[in-house]
């Protein structure tokens, strides 16, 4: 294996485990909870823990159909801006969780394969400057990133649900 192999190599591990322990702070914040206390909002937020877990299923999911084939491909699929961080009556908890562990396998798949500097212009949006691209790269460093946003409030959450501390 080359100095290149072995640098890429490492750094798709670096990545894969950098989203897998963020996702694991996630989990670890849902843990032992019934369906009810998942879906409860017991901060001023609208934000529920079984909210989050969506959440977090539904933007990886679509950021990484962006890794794969740009904004075109992203935005075939209308998304449910208020319902994705919503229990829906009828969903579970562990529903929810196996969604997100099914969105999680093709992710590490793709970061073993995907070319990180292949890049692709942003979804037309506000919030992005026009003409702006993300390389695959950064589209896992923001996976990671959202992931970790959304432990810390699951961590918020479950401290007020039960007094549980999740990740300290």
Known sequence: MTTTEKIATSERADLLDTLNSRRQFLRRAVANLTDEQAAARPTVSALSLGGLIKHVTVTEARWMTFAVGGAEAMQREPIDWVG?????????????????????????????????????????????????????????????????????????????????????
Do not use: C, N
């Open 84 to 168: 994705q961080f919503t229990m829906a009556p009828g969903e579970t908890l562990t529903g929810l969780l196996d969604a997100y562990a099914e969105v999680a396998a093709p992710t590490a798949e793709l970061v073993a394969t995907l070319d990180l500097d292949a890049s692709f212009e942003l979804p037309k949006a506000p919030w992005y400057e026009p003409g702006a691209r993300w390389s695959v790269r950064k589209v896992l460093h923001h996976i990671a990133t959202e992931t970790a946003h959304h432990a810390g409030h699951a961590d918020i959450i479950r401290e007020t649900i039960d007094g549980q501390k999740t990740m300290g």
